[in-house]
């Protein structure tokens, strides 16, 4: 090994580290008792509480929140993912199917208005879009948390590219066939995009587990909570003060809302960078 | 525009019906009401408003509280934007070179990705928690003054770590896949005429990789002013003394802790007007790569 490859290797060993070691503190720290973890401060080494405290984190009603479980929690997070990726998925790619293979008079202006939504992220509007999903009558369900967010230009653009390199005598032969706009898009469009549809819905469930500014609004009732809300309530708990400071309680939370889209980027490295790099362009 | 398409129909509209409702309903309506209400005036109880023209624009873009946060704002985006594009850029040229364990490396430093930002958030700020943060106590040990709850700087310091740190993988994941894209040989040719590395990542490597860079400019301020919301929330939240408020934190903490309706949503429209500038930017650099 010359030195400019072992000097390589260094700056990527450091890079991994800088990345991994956060985490993995917080995991083997989440494995203490709290008195250890107050004592001695974080910890490298894993400890004996793992699954006492993964337990109780998980499934004792009151180990985390007052009521609500992580287990509870999770379950709201990966309808929040799920619902997000596949209603975006499916949004888009009727949109974008409409735009690509129809003529009609509104479709620039139409492709203007999802334009559009690109200049206004949720932020910019956040007061207005609480005040319309209240008078709906969808605070603390889950049709307002998801609904609202799968609406973006994103996933349609994407689709459009792709569409648009799809070849046309496709769509003359299944013509010949006779087969409807309806046909043509179920039986062909859909089976050729499939490793698209992979690759976005994979990105988009990460995007929609980790969701914050939306949920932390519209979310009020604890058994509506996702696991990323619940850091933020867990941190507030923390820092009340109150009894022993349940350090390791917070750190498995972190733990369990990470591992879900750590597992499956990891997964679906592949699809995954695929997705990512081409839905950018 | 396709060549072949389908003839004149009501079932296109069918189609893009459902994207177009959902856009309608919750992108224009709120941001149309957020213009609307940015130029009136509420009463303390929401009872009565008044139209008062620019007064909300005056009142907040002028306060000091304001320009604090746009200050910081600035600084911070810079910081995080340069910051994380420089880690990843260097982890990614290395990752491109070494050829012993490349997907194991490519895989440790981009699988943070997934992490959310609220998540790396309070991670670090149990790390930096005074009680048992080891962060805390190194930095305090090497000889800082570090209390990041009392210094600004500090507590900027703390938030633009965290930041960075979210934002590495992404950046090391669009470099790695821009540098894979440039042709062997290309790499080849650089190889004889030129000896020394570094030159050839500066006169050869970087300018290709210069479209990729541009765009992640883009993604990277836009990061740093709207998705750093959860890691400002789990972190600081503003404090100390506002230091390290950003514009949509205090569009948040303006709207729904102060209940100040009208200078909130006149804060909404500036930072409309600043998403329209960097979209603007994006598209015609976008029109410039395709000729590229």
Not at chain 1, 129 to 157: E, M, N, Q, W
Not at chain 1, 270 to 275: A, E, Q, R
Request: glycine content about 6%; proline content about 4%; hydrophobic content about 55%.
């Amino acid at each position: 090994m010359t030195r400019s490859t072992l000097i390589t290797h260094l700056i990527l060993i450091s890079g991994a580290i800088f990345m991994t070691l956060p985490v993995w503190v917080a995991f083997a720290t989440s494995t203490h008792a709290p008195e250890t973890i107050l004592r001695e401060g974080l910890q490298i080494i894993p400890g004996g509480h793992f699954f006492e405290t993964y337990n109780e984190v998980l499934f004792v009603e009151g180990g985390v929140m007052k009521k609500v479980t992580a287990t509870a929690m999770l379950k709201n997070s990966l309808i929040l993912g799920i619902g997000f990726a596949v209603g975006k998925v499916i949004i888009s790619m009727l949109a974008a199917y409409a735009i690509v293979y129809f003529r009609f008079r509104l479709a620039v202006p139409l492709f203007w208005i999802i334009f559009m939504t690109l200049l206004l992220p949720l932020e910019v509007r956040i007061i207005p879009s609480y005040k319309v999903v209240a008078d709906l009558g969808l605070l603390d369900t889950h049709t307002g948390l998801i609904i609202p967010l799968i609406a973006s230009a994103t996933g349609t653009f994407f689709f459009r590219q792709f569409f648009r390199s799809v070849p046309d005598e496709l769509l003359e032969a299944a013509r010949l066939d006779g087969a409807t706009s309806w046909g043509f898009f179920i039986d062909i469009l859909v089976p050729l995009s499939k490793t698209m549809i992979a690759a976005i819905l994979i990105i988009m469930f990460v995007v929609g587990w980790n969701q914050y500014l939306w949920p932390l609004i519209m979310t009020t009732k604890e058994e509506n909570y996702t696991l990323v809300i619940g850091i933020k309530q867990i941190y507030q708990v923390l820092n009340e003060g109150g009894e022993l400071p349940q350090f390791q309680k917070a750190f498995a939370l972190t733990i369990l809302a990470t591992l879900p889209p750590v597992l499956v980027v990891l997964i679906f490295q592949n699809w995954f960078v695929k997705g990512l790099v081409e839905s950018e362009k | 525009m396709k060549r072949v398409q389908f003839e004149h129909s009501p079932i296109p509209y069918l189609f893009v019906a459902p994207q177009i409702i959902i856009i309608v309903i919750f992108f224009l309506w709120p941001a149309a009401q957020a213009v609307y209400q940015s130029f009136l005036l509420e009463d303390a109880f929401g009872l009565s408003s008044q139209f008062v023209w620019f007064r909300n624009y005056s009142d907040t873009i002028f306060s000091s509280a304001w320009l604090q946060a746009f200050g910081f704002t600035i600084i911070f985006s810079t910081l995080v934007t340069f910051l994380s594009l420089g880690i990843a850029l260097l982890l990614a040229v290395k990752a491109n070179e070494v050829i012993q364990g490349a997907s194991t490396y490519k895989t440790l430093l981009m699988w943070a990705y997934a992490i959310a930002p609220p998540v790396a958030g309070l991670m670090g700020n149990l790390m930096f928690n005074p009680l048992i943060g080891d962060l805390y106590g190194f930095m305090n040990a090497v000889g800082f003054d570090f209390d990041h709850k009392l210094d600004p700087y500090d507590a900027g310091f703390v938030v633009i770590l965290i930041s960075v740190w979210k934002q590495v993988s992404v950046n090391f994941i669009f470099f790695l896949s821009g540098l894979q894209g440039i042709p062997k040989s290309v790499n080849e040719a650089a190889m004889m005429d030129c000896n020394s590395s570094t030159r050839r990542f500066w006169t050869i490597t970087f300018p290709l990789l210069a479209p990729t860079t541009f765009f992640l400019m883009v993604i990277n301020i836009t990061y740093a002013f709207f998705e750093t919301f959860g890691i400002i929330d789990t972190t600081t939240q503003g404090a100390p003394g506002g230091a390290t408020t950003t514009l949509v934190f205090k569009v948040f903490q303006d709207g729904f802790r102060g209940a100040d309706i009208g200078g909130s949503s006149a804060q909404s429209v500036v930072l409309m007007l600043l998403v329209l500038v960097l979209t603007v930017i994006q598209f015609r650099f976008i029109e410039k790569k395709v000729h590229y």
